[in-house]
């Protein structure tokens, strides 16, 4: 994906700029993405999926590297209006964390990054109810129902969960806070509950964040919040 001009513009407290495409895994998962991945609905429905301007500026910081290959950042937080596009760019890294090209697999011979996907993927969207990760969900279905996808990873796209119909290992699921089931689970992304959602007694984001840094997965943190919150 070429360098575009247009992505120069101060968004937040993001660094002026990107970073070039030896510095990120962020262009070849752009690349992914239009590939893989389709517009859920509106009047594109069916279409090979776009991010806007600032999603890809957001996505290449996010996925940025050292000299290294280890993540420049290791925890990104995006806060934006609602209606900014919060939950398609969530839909879309959830996938991407789930069978896209998202971890650093070496160096290329001339000189760039090698994107590799990551093993044993465990992606959860976690709230304070499942209920409350139904948009999510649904995002992530509509991203994926009929798309390339689906039929080049042999997806099953079921109402809870999103894994691999001949039984690999892997999947995307809704985790609730009050589940004591996620103590133990080894997610390799997660989404804890946005700050505003939390209620007392939830403790969920504890075990989320403790399993994802154990030392079997190069981790990142995420957290999506509303700009009121």
């Given at each position: 994906?070429?360098?575009?001009?247009?992505?120069?513009?101060?968004?937040?407290?993001?660094?002026?700029?990107?970073?070039?495409?030896?510095?990120?895994?962020?262009?070849?998962?752009?690349?992914?993405?239009?590939?893989?991945?389709?517009?859920?609905?509106?009047?594109?429905?069916?279409?090979?999926?776009?991010f806007t301007a600032?999603?890809?500026?957001?996505?290449?910081?996010?996925?940025?590297?050292?000299?290294?290959?280890?993540?420049?950042?290791?925890?990104?937080?995006?806060?934006?209006?609602?209606?900014?596009?919060?939950?398609?760019?969530?839909?879309?890294?959830?996938?991407?964390?789930?069978?896209?090209?998202?971890?650093?697999?070496?160096?290329?011979?001339?000189?760039?990054?090698?994107?590799?996907?990551?093993?044993?993927?465990?992606?959860?969207?976690?709230?304070v109810s499942l209920?409350?990760?139904?948009?999510?969900?649904?995002?992530?279905?509509?991203?994926?129902?009929?798309?390339?996808?689906?039929?080049?990873?042999?997806?099953?796209?079921?109402?809870?969960?999103?894994?691999?119909?001949?039984?690999?290992?892997?999947?995307?699921?809704?985790?609730?806070?009050?589940?004591?089931?996620?103590?133990?689970?080894?997610?390799?992304?997660?989404?804890?509950?946005?700050?505003?959602?939390?209620?007392?007694?939830?403790?969920?984001a504890r075990y989320?964040?403790?399993?994802?840094?154990?030392?079997?997965?190069?981790?990142?943190?995420?957290?999506?919040?509303?700009?009121?919150?």
């Open positions: 994906m070429a360098y575009n001009p247009d992505w120069d513009a101060q968004t937040g407290n993001l660094p002026k700029g990107v970073p070039t495409p030896y510095e990120t895994l962020g262009y070849q998962i752009l690349r992914w993405c239009e590939t893989y991945i389709v517009q859920p609905d509106g009047e594109n429905a069916g279409q090979p999926w776009q600032e999603q890809k500026r957001f996505i290449l910081w996010a996925y940025s590297i050292d000299k290294n290959g280890r993540w420049r950042y290791q925890k990104v937080s995006l806060r934006r209006s609602k209606g900014w596009g919060k939950t398609p760019l969530l839909a879309a890294l959830a996938i991407i964390e789930f069978i896209g090209p998202c971890r650093f697999g070496g160096w290329a011979k001339d000189g760039q990054p090698i994107a590799v996907h990551v093993q044993l993927p465990l992606v959860q969207i976690a709230a209920e409350q990760t139904a948009n999510t969900r649904d995002m992530i279905r509509g991203m994926l129902a009929e798309s390339p996808a689906e039929a080049a990873y042999d997806l099953e796209i079921g109402k809870e969960r999103i894994q691999f119909r001949d039984g690999k290992p892997g999947r995307i699921e809704p985790v609730a806070s009050s589940s004591r089931g996620l103590e133990g689970a080894r997610p390799t992304f997660v989404r804890p509950p946005v700050r505003f959602h939390r209620g007392p007694g939830i403790d969920n989320l964040r403790r399993d994802a840094s154990l030392d079997h997965v190069q981790w990142w943190r995420l957290r999506v919040r509303d700009a009121s919150a």
